[in-house]
C-alpha cells in the first residue's frame, strides 16, 4: 500500500470516526437510585440533560441520603453514556484504538 492509499485510508476512518462520534453525542441513557425514586438522563456527551426526582424521597431531615441517590444515579448515567461512546467508537475501529488522545 503507497502512501496515498493509506493517506485515503486514513481519511475514510476519520469520517466514520466523526460519524460515530455524532451519533454517540445523540444518544441518550438513562440511569436511576433508590429504586426510580432518582432518574438522570445522560447524553453521549457526558452531559447530565435532566434529574428526575420523586417528592417521596425528599426528607429535610434526611438531605444526604438525597444527596447520596442523586450522586449515584448521576455516576451510572455517566457510565453508560462512556460505555454507549465506547460502543460506537469500537464498531469503527474494531476494537482498536478506545484510548485515541483527543478522541472525546
Known amino acids: 500500500m503507497n502512501i496515498q492509499q493509506m493517506?485515503?485510508?486514513a481519511q475514510k476512518m476519520?469520517?466514520?470516526?466523526?460519524?460515530?462520534?455524532?451519533e454517540a453525542a445523540r444518544e441518550v441513557v438513562?440511569?436511576?437510585a433508590g429504586g426510580g425514586m432518582v432518574a438522570v438522563k445522560v447524553n453521549g456527551k457526558q452531559e447530565l440533560v435532566s434529574i428526575t426526582i420523586e417528592k417521596?424521597?425528599?426528607?429535610?431531615?434526611?438531605?444526604?441520603?438525597?444527596?447520596?441517590?442523586?450522586?449515584?444515579?448521576?455516576?451510572?448515567?455517566?457510565?453508560?453514556?462512556?460505555?454507549?461512546?465506547?460502543?460506537?467508537v469500537s464498531s469503527v475501529?474494531?476494537?482498536?484504538?478506545?484510548?485515541?488522545?483527543?478522541?472525546?
Open 93 to 104: 475501529t474494531g476494537g482498536m484504538g478506545l484510548n485515541i488522545p483527543g478522541l472525546f
Open 14 to 22: 476519520q469520517k466514520k470516526m466523526e460519524e460515530a462520534q455524532e
Open 56 to 88: 417521596d424521597v425528599v426528607d429535610p431531615e434526611d438531605v444526604e441520603m438525597l444527596q447520596d441517590l442523586v450522586l449515584a444515579a448521576v455516576n451510572e448515567g455517566l457510565k453508560k453514556s462512556q460505555e454507549v461512546v465506547q460502543e460506537k
Open 7 to 9: 493517506m485515503k485510508q
Open 30 to 32: 438513562e440511569a436511576t
